[in-house]
């Protein structure tokens, strides 16, 4: 339901989110194991948009468990740093780092709430800044985010986001063809769910499966593809692309179909964007 910013909306994500670490360590969603062993945790689209990464620093913002980082630094970035609000995903993330034989001066990862950044990360500016898929979404300010990226970017690099279109929350969980929520809403979107990306049927009484968890209160907010655009815009970054896809990575919707580890919706129906792509560059 929408409601007015809550007070305590930042510590209420975060208890959910460190709460969550361990389930996400364990599920099939992140398939940690395959990671460990070699699997890269990045989606196809995001390695060829994003190019080579050889000799480049990378700064993941939001990075969760760490394993989009250290996949960039799989594929030949020099230095990636990855800063997240949840002191057990930051915790989770060194571990893995440490276990794929990554030290500090490789990767590094900052327990800080993303609008801190610019105080919190060991460098002044990279090369790459990247935020993958699910993370706009916990940020009540588009435009103080985009500002504070972009002061990340160093000259002549560039900023690249991977997100789920905003279009697919406004629709109907069921089918994704009916519009039932307002896309242009400001206000913070308040739930208290224990199911998520990665366990769509925890605590469902159909199930019979009690809630695992205790922490299922989330503050979100929706932020209009517009929105995004003209904050990194007016951030002093140029547009290289936008990008829609008609796939995502989770079954979001009854309707959606999976297959080689993407959803989309069935062939006999029109497509909708359900993932977005766009990279912003600064001068050099």
């Not at 697919?168 to 242009?184: K, M, N, P, Q, W």
Request: hydrophobic share 40%; aromatic share 10%.
């Amino acid at each position: 339901m929408y409601s007015a910013t809550p007070a305590d909306w930042r510590e209420t994500n975060r208890r959910r989110w460190d709460e969550r670490v361990p389930l996400h360590l364990a599920s099939d969603f992140y398939a940690v194991d395959a990671f460990r062993a070699g699997r890269s945790a990045l989606r196809d689209f995001e390695r060829a948009e994003v190019g080579d990464v050889h000799g480049k620093s990378l700064l993941h913002l939001q990075c969760h468990i760490g394993m989009d980082t250290l996949s960039w630094a799989r594929h030949g970035a020099s230095r990636v740093v990855g800063l997240d609000f949840s002191g057990r995903a930051v915790e989770a993330a060194r571990d893995l780092a440490a276990e794929l034989g990554f030290g500090p001066e490789r990767a590094s990862f900052v327990a800080a709430d993303v609008y801190d950044a610019v105080e919190a990360v060991p460098d002044p500016s990279y090369d790459i800044v990247y935020t993958g898929v699910g993370a706009l979404c916990w940020l009540p300010d588009i435009r103080r985010w985009a500002e504070t990226a972009a002061s990340l970017v160093a000259p002549g690099g560039f900023l690249y986001l991977a997100e789920f279109h905003p279009l697919t929350d406004i629709l109907d969980d069921a089918t994704g063809s009916r519009v039932e929520h307002d896309y242009f809403a400001n206000d913070a979107w308040v739930e208290d769910d224990p199911t998520g990306y990665t366990d769509l049927d925890a605590g469902d009484a159909a199930t019979g499966t009690a809630p695992p968890t205790v922490h299922n209160r989330t503050v979100e907010w929706q932020h209009p593809l517009g929105d995004v655009v003209s904050a990194l815009a007016a951030a002093g970054l140029r547009i290289e692309f936008l990008r829609e896809h008609d796939t995502t990575l989770f079954p979001r919707f009854g309707a959606l179909e999976g297959r080689d580890g993407v959803y989309r919706f069935p062939a006999d129906r029109p497509r909708i964007p359900l993932m977005y792509s766009l990279k912003a560059s600064k001068a050099g």
